[in-house]
């Protein structure tokens, strides 16, 4: 596969003094096109609000940064109004119209990773907006909305007039938007730094994986997600995932290196991650990371609800299950190197503290 694998920043597409919508190309990152992923960020000021809109993808969306407000309406469903704060993912499946509020000092950003084999654009989300200059009444002449809503068109005209926001626009801080529930919350966000762990090794690694137990929504979005907290210098072991499964990575904090090993042993991608950076993981490739000192946190999608992992290394590792006769022939060595290769990892560790 001679695909750059390179990891990208987003982005500006739109904004104002509201905030802006960010989104990563499939020009540059051309493996979004050639696994039919999206992705983007929305950041919001005070005051800013994402107006209605609704995508030609299924998503799923997690909190990066500060505390916000999210309506949300599922096909033929009221409308349901969360309190979202960092760490929480919400699904979002085909057809859901949603808006996005910022009423506090603290930019508010949420990332968007989906799945755009039905979108209009491979690698790309397109939006519908429902308001504002590029919005649905823009589109239609008077008459249509006059008869559609029964309104004078005199009340249309005002309605179309006074939609000059593209997308996002900035209200003013006495405007009162709806008032979050807290059972709106109940099957629709998760917060992935406050669930239980999946995994958790000590100096190591902590996981958190979105599935649809924990989220049964995602089902319906056809993703699988985690959040994966690398300590400082700690190791994630080679791995891969054994589904067929492709893997969507955004950089949440720190840094770290990171190596790729594709077809015929092939090393496709050593660099350097950092912060803010979005990579993919092609299907059957295995991946391996390294945190820096500070340690490194991202957030991965994974393109089915269920996913399944094969690690290269630890008790349960492949290398494990073959016969030492299998593994002295495969690699050529004599029974002394192969127990010495086979005594070494014994944990179920995924993730491997720093040398002594």
Aim: hydrophobic content about 40%; charged content about 20%; glycine content about 10%.
């Amino acid at each position: 596969m001679e695909v750059d694998l390179s990891p990208k920043l987003a982005k500006k597409v739109y904004g104002g003094n509201g905030g802006s919508y960010h989104a990563w190309s499939p020009s540059e990152l051309p493996m979004l096109r050639e696994g039919n992923i999206g992705a983007a960020k929305l950041a919001l000021e005070k005051n800013g609000f994402a107006l209605p809109r609704y995508s030609d993808s299924a998503k799923v969306a997690y909190v990066l940064q500060g505390n916000g407000v999210a309506g949300i309406v599922l096909p033929e469903s009221e409308e349901k109004v969360l309190a979202i704060k960092k760490g929480d993912a919400i699904a979002l499946p085909f057809g859901v119209v949603t808006w996005w509020y910022n009423e506090e000092d603290t930019e508010f950003i949420v990332l968007f990773l989906g799945d755009t084999s039905k979108a209009h654009k491979s690698g790309e989300f397109t939006e519908f907006f429902l308001t504002g200059s590029n919005g649905i009444f823009s589109g239609f002449s008077t008459e249509f909305v006059s008869r559609a809503w029964d309104l004078d068109e005199n009340v249309v005209k005002t309605l179309v007039g006074k939609q000059s926001g593209n997308g996002i626009v900035k209200l003013d801080g006495k405007f009162k938007m709806p008032e979050p529930k807290k059972e709106h919350r109940l099957g629709m966000a998760l917060n992935c730094e406050e669930a239980p762990l999946d995994v958790d090794i000590k100096k190591g690694g902590r996981v958190v994986v979105l599935n649809t137990n924990n989220l049964p929504l995602v089902g319906e979005v056809g993703l699988g997600a985690d959040l994966v907290r690398l300590d400082g210098s700690a190791m994630c072991s080679p791995g891969f995932s054994c589904d067929s499964a492709l893997q969507v990575t955004y950089i949440v904090r720190g840094s770290g290196r990171v190596q790729v090993v594709g077809v015929d042993g092939r090393r496709v991608l050593e660099t350097t991650l950092k912060a803010g950076n979005l990579f993919i993981v092609p299907r059957f490739f295995v991946v391996s990371k390294i945190a820096s000192p500070e340690g490194m946190e991202w957030f991965s999608i994974i393109t089915t609800p269920n996913p399944i992992f094969t690690h290269l290394a630890g008790r349960t590792s492949v290398w494990k299950a073959l016969s030492p006769s299998v593994l002295q022939a495969s690699f050529n060595v004599d029974a002394d190197t192969e127990k010495l290769f086979s005594s070494k990892r014994t944990s179920d560790a995924i993730f491997f503290p720093p040398p002594n």
